[in-house]
């Protein structure tokens, strides 16, 4: 090998590098001794700076330092006071760069963070400046780039809604790549004044380019709001991704409530969803939400739901939420059926309930499959809110659009009814064809105008040409419009009926109609058997109000007509009303005054006439009536002067407590004004049924027990007539007793016929009628009865009449009447009368018969008529009467007779009095004798005087005739005549009555006597005021009347 001088230096340039090497290791040595020397003051100066940089007050306490490594505790972060931070022990890893040591890792034992979230802002404290967005320290807003640790790490949240307390572990970067679990409980929730019970959440956490995350369910016990709403146990699978700035957050969930019940509203489940993002107080995004189960007061339905966007902003003090909502199974909520279902019972028999049926038919068809679908708009800016709809329409089972609606809003504001504007429809198979629009009206207040065309089912209709309704000042609606009705009303129908709308609803919803007169009007009214015809009516308000009016206070009514005019029909019978003035108020009265019915024409009509009426209204309608008086053309008797108290309950009007007087049509009357007492009525179902008890006004007697049925709708009926026991006395009639009842206080036209009545009669009587006929029959009889008649004393008249027309006064022929006794003067026994009663008030005398002293006396067939002022006239039969029984009868005892006669007695009344006209008494053959046996009272007598007594002691005679004349009350000439004469065997005898008795001799005798006079004599004891009562002119004398001389002219004594 050769070596040349150039070795030397490369020997030289490898020394150099050694010592190089050297110099460097020292001097790394002694940095390395200097750094672990003031390692403390390095790391102490790092986290300073780190602290300073982010502006973060903090304490802590070092208690290990390694070149990568620092330990820490008891580290205070804020207001030692009140720390916003605390961590019990923490390490840091450090890690080296060109620019030095940097924080690489820290791990965070049992960290304790303190929060508030107030009006929307969440705060840290101190911490404020490093983890949110616009911190004042200039710090980019976020979680910093830290590889962070956390153990057993807690927080504690204060808010308004409750203090939320979490717990959290994990690891990773701040930045990106932590991964953790979360866990939270707020014990007591409360916000916007509703309340709930443990909520909380449970999740994993992480961060992602800066973005926090949580994803994890949150649970609910039950939220209360007051008594507006409240829910189950809910459910939210929850997921939030923060900002990077962490200003906001981007939210997903689902929410899952089991129940949900607000103010008239209840869900068996609801689901809420969607995707929010929130950010500066505002939240705004995209929610999906629906409630199953749905059940309101009066709307049910399987689902509905909305689907929109929602935006909210100032904490929740603005809303917006744009969306399509949609349902199914629509139907009508309980409140809603129970409505129709009591409008419909309460509308039974009227026009309403066909309809209402339809109505619910239709609806239960087409509840089948129903749904909704419409497109919302929903606002709310503090108390206010409003409801915007461009198109809505609920379709039925059928797939018709039920219900539409189109540009539909509706505003609310504090204090006032909700402003409306837009157009609605409702159609449909069976549904009332509606249609309306809402607008905005006088000064911007919305207007709606409404129609329903006629509504029909069968002949039952319903219409609304026009219904308009405008939103006044403050919030009130005012409508008018006109109603048009046809079909059923209670008890009977209406057609054409035509109703003017008119009135109010105030802001607080008092409402008010008819606050003017109104004019009701109707083509044809029928209430039961009544039909009036084409008329209008004027119905005013009353003391200033309107004529109905509801609200807190309840319902009232006040209303006035100043008079009724009404004509028509009941049945086939026209028919006329009137009335003056009527009030009503409601709760009150109801007042009607001059009322006047007419049924029927002419005289025949039947007239009812009401001076006031009285109506109690309330539950029942109740009230009293006067001055009714009632002309029933079928009955001839007048109703007067009725009174009593009324009453309808249960479509039945009942009269009670009724007095009236019941008055003969017929003139002259056939009896006086009765008294009816305690009379009651009742009138359902067109049928009246009545029951009254008819009275002699002055002495109280009862007369007859009423009972009565009527059909108006037939015009139909009867009435049931009984006299349990009529008594008729000689009592003077005493107010307010009862007796002294007459004959001729019941019958005037008795008067001067029968008197002094005694006796009971008793009997009944039934009275039938049609709108055509009218019958009437009965049976009355007397065991006893006793009067005075024109002629004398009558005595136990006993019997029975059988009436064929009783009010017309009418028996059937030859009604028997067995009579005691009867005294014309002479006393007849043991007679019978056969009578008649005719129309007109006419007695039909058939025929009477008595045995009378060994023969028989008759009365002659006749007729009187009691109406008519005519002489009354009598004639009497005697048959085979027995001259010495009627001179016992009479006892006379200085006259003896015998023979038979037979004869007639014509006897007259008028009103001068009574006479005999024509009497004749004859004997039959071979005649007989007759025997004066008297002394004279006269001395100073002619021969021929002297010759007829001595003859008249013992007269003999082949033919006798009496005859009588004259006035009952004054003077009687009695005629007696006698012929075939000769002398007895007990007649004086002389010369020249031998020579006589070869001569024809007739006595004629006149006797001049007043009747009862010559009666009185012959029977000197009549019985005490026996004619009391009778017409002056048939009373007897005062004092008795001795006949005068009697004269007796032979026959030819003149020649």
């Known amino acids: 090998m050769n070596e040349s001088p150039g070795g030397a230096p490369a020997v030289r340039q490898t020394g150099k590098r050694r010592r190089l090497a050297l110099v460097s290791a020292g001097v790394l040595a002694a940095l390395a001794v200097g750094l672990w020397s003031a390692r403390e003051q390095i790391a102490g100066g790092l986290i300073d700076r780190q602290l300073a940089q982010m502006g973060l007050p903090g304490r802590y306490t070092i208690e290990s330092i390694s070149a990568d490594r620092q330990i820490l505790r008891g580290i205070v972060i804020g207001d030692p006071a009140h720390p916003d931070l605390t961590v019990e022990r923490a390490e840091v890893r450090l890690a080296y760069g060109l620019t030095g040591p940097r924080i690489g890792q820290i791990i965070l034992v049992r960290p304790r963070l303190y929060g ?361 609606l005012t409508f008018s419009g006109i109603a048009e009705a046809s079909g059923a009303i209670p008890g009977g129908a209406v057609s054409g009926l035509s109703l003017p709308i008119a009135g109010t609803i105030s802001p607080r919803g008092d409402l008010a109609l008819w606050e003017r007169c109104v004019t009701p009007a109707f083509t044809s009214l029928q209430v039961g058997a009544v039909t009036l015809d084409r008329r209008q009516l004027t119905v005013c308000p009353a003391g200033g109000q309107a004529i109905v009016r509801y609200g807190a206070g309840g319902f009232s009514a006040a209303l006035g007509m100043s008079a009724l005019a009404l004509s028509g029909r009941l049945g086939e019978t026209p028919l006329v009303l009137s009335t003056g003035p009527v009030g009503l108020a409601w709760p009150g009265t109801l007042t009607l005054r001059g009322a006047d019915v007419t049924l029927g024409q002419g005289e025949a009509a039947t007239r009812v006439k009401l001076a006031n009426l009285v109506a109690r209204l309330g539950k029942d309608f109740a009230g009293t009536f006067g001055g009714v008086d009632a002309r029933l053309a079928a009955v001839p008797i007048d109703l007067t002067d009725a009174a009593g108290d009324w009453r309808f309950a249960e479509g039945a009007l009942t009269l009670s407590g009724v007095h009236f007087a019941a008055a003969d049509r017929f003139q002259p009357a056939r009896f006086k004004t009765l008294a009816g007492e305690n009379a009651v009525l009742t009138l359902k179902d067109n049928r009246i049924a009545a029951e009254a008890v008819l009275r002699e006004p002055d002495s109280r007697a009862e007369v007859v027990r009423v009972s009565l049925a009527h059909d108006l709708a037939t015009a139909r009926g009867h009435a049931d007539l009984a006299v349990d026991g009529l008594v008729f006395d000689k009592r003077k009639i005493v107010p307010g007793k009862v007796g002294g009842l007459q004959v001729d206080t019941l019958a005037p036209q008795f008067k001067g016929v029968i008197a002094l009545a005694e006796g009971t009669v008793r009997g009944t009587g039934r009275v039938d009628w049609t709108d055509r006929t009218l019958t009437s029959t009965g049976t009355f009889g007397t065991d006893g009865f006793d009067f005075a008649a024109a002629f004398g004393p009558v005595k136990a008249v006993s019997g029975t009449l059988h009436f064929t027309d009783l009010i017309g006064m009418a028996t059937a022929p030859h009604q028997i009447l067995h009579v005691g006794s009867a005294n014309p003067g002479i006393e007849v026994n043991d007679g019978v009368v056969d009578i008649e009663l005719l129309p007109g008030q006419v007695v039909r005398i058939n025929g009477g018969v008595w045995p009378f002293l060994g023969g028989k006396l008759r009365l002659s067939p ?182 005068s001389v009697s004269s007796s002219t032979p026959k030819g004594a003149g020649n």
């Open 116 to 476: 508030a979230y107030r009006q929307g802002h969440l705060s840290l404290g101190a911490l404020d400046k490093v983890v949110l967005a616009n911190a004042p320290s200039g710090n980019a807003p976020g979680l910093p780039d830290l590889d962070l640790t956390v153990i057993d790490g807690r927080a504690v949240l204060e808010s308004e809604f409750g203090r939320l307390a979490v717990k959290a572990d994990g690891t990773g970067n701040l930045a990106g790549g932590f991964k953790g679990t979360l866990a939270a409980i707020m014990p007591q929730v409360a916000a916007g004044g509703c309340s709930g019970a443990r909520l909380t959440a449970y999740g994993a956490i992480s961060v992602a380019d800066g973005r926090p995350r949580f994803a994890g369910p949150v649970r609910l016990n039950g939220l209360t709001c007051g008594k507006d709403l409240s829910t189950g146990p809910a459910a939210l699978a929850l997921d939030v991704t923060g900002d990077k700035d962490l200003g906001g957050a981007a939210i997903r969930g689902k929410l899952e409530a089991g129940t949900l019940a607000a103010r008239g509203m209840a869900a068996s489940r609801l689901a809420l969803g969607g995707e929010l993002v929130f950010k500066l107080g505002e939240l705004r995004g995209h929610v999906v939400s629906e409630a199953a189960g749905v059940r309101t007061a009066g709307l049910v339905a399987g689902t509905l739901g909305i689907d929109g966007d929602l935006d909210v902003k100032a904490g929740g003090e603005s809303v917006v939420l744009r969306g399509a909502v949609s349902g199914r199974g629509l139907a009508r909520g309980a409140a809603t059926e129970r409505a129709l279902a009591g409008a419909a019972a309460a509308a039974e028999g009227t026009l309403a309930a066909p309809l209402l049926a339809r109505l619910r038919g239709a609806l239960a068809r087409e509840e089948r499959g129903s749904r909704l679908a419409g497109d919302v708009v929903l606002r709310r800016e503090g108390v206010k809110w409003s409801l915007v709809a461009p198109s809505a329409a609920v379709r039925g089972g059928s797939g018709a659009a039920l219900l539409s609606v189109s540009r539909l809003q509706v505003a609310s504001q504090p204090g006032r009814l909700p402003s409306l504007a837009g157009n609605f429809a409702m159609a449909g198979e069976g549904l009332p064809p509606i249609t309306g629009r809402m607008e905005p009206g006088a000064g911007g207040r919305p207007a709606l105008k409404l129609r329903m065309a006629a509504y029909r089912s069968g002949a039952d209709m319903l219409a609304l040409p026009l219904l308009e309704v405008a939103q006044g000042p403050g919030g009130a």
């Open 862 to 1043: 006749g007729d009187l008529r009691l109406t008519v002022n005519e002489p009354r006239r009598f004639r009497i039969e005697i048959e085979n009467l027995d001259a010495a029984k009627f001179l016992e009868r009479m006892e006379l005892a200085n006259l003896s007779a015998t023979g038979v006669f037979d004869g007639v007695l014509p006897l007259e009344f008028d009103a001068s009095g009574g006479r005999i006209i024509g009497g004749e008494l004859v004997s039959r053959l071979p005649g007989g004798t007759v025997s004066y046996v008297g002394a004279l009272s006269y001395k100073d007598l002619s021969m021929m005087a002297n010759f007829a007594f001595d003859a008249l002691k013992s007269l003999d005679y082949s033919s006798m005739t009496i005859g009588m004349d004259g006035n009952l009350a004054g003077d009687v000439i009695t005629r007696v005549q006698f012929s075939g004469i000769r002398q007895g065997k007990d007649a004086k005898q002389n010369f020249l009555t031998r020579q006589i008795a070869r001569v024809p001799l007739q006595f004629n005798v006149n006797i001049h006597a007043p009747f009862y006079s010559l009666i009185s004599s012959m029977n000197p004891q009549p019985p005490p005021g026996a004619f009391r009562g009778l017409p002056r002119t048939l009373q007897p004398p005062a004092s008795g009347v001795q006949p």
